[in-house]
């Protein structure tokens, strides 16, 4: 098993900083909302705007919060990490597909506003 992960003091949320940060496969980013640490997951190498997240979740902003926090993304470093690699060529085709989706989506929205 891999060592522990490093996130910020809570202090850093309260100041509304986002994190942005990878153990193993594993990608993250928190953000401090109004209901609480808004957490979203997703297996790298690629950058968020490039990966599909695969769950988002809110946790308190507190110390218990984080704990509870970093408790969730171990079982998620644990899971991606336990994933077959894909190769090359199947992650440059889940980026592209990404990619492509939203740009769809974007196109959808300009046509709409």
Excluded at 2 to 25: C, I, K, R, Y
Excluded at 57 to 62: E, I, N
Aim: proline share 5%.
């Amino acid at each position: 098993m891999m060592e522990d992960f490093f996130l910020p003091v809570l202090s850093h949320f309260q100041n509304e900083n986002f994190w942005t940060a990878s153990a193993g496969a594993l990608c993250y980013r928190v953000t401090p909302r109004e209901e609480g640490l808004a957490a979203e997951v997703w297996e790298g190498p690629w950058r968020y705007e490039d990966s599909r997240v695969e769950e988002t979740r809110t946790f308190p902003l507190s110390d218990e919060g984080l704990e509870e926090l970093r408790r969730w993304l171990t079982g998620w470093r644990d899971a991606i990490g336990q994933r077959p690699r894909p190769g090359l060529e199947e992650s440059i085709r889940r980026r592209d597909a990404v990619r492509a989706e939203r740009a769809r989506l974007a196109g959808q929205a300009e046509g709409t506003a």
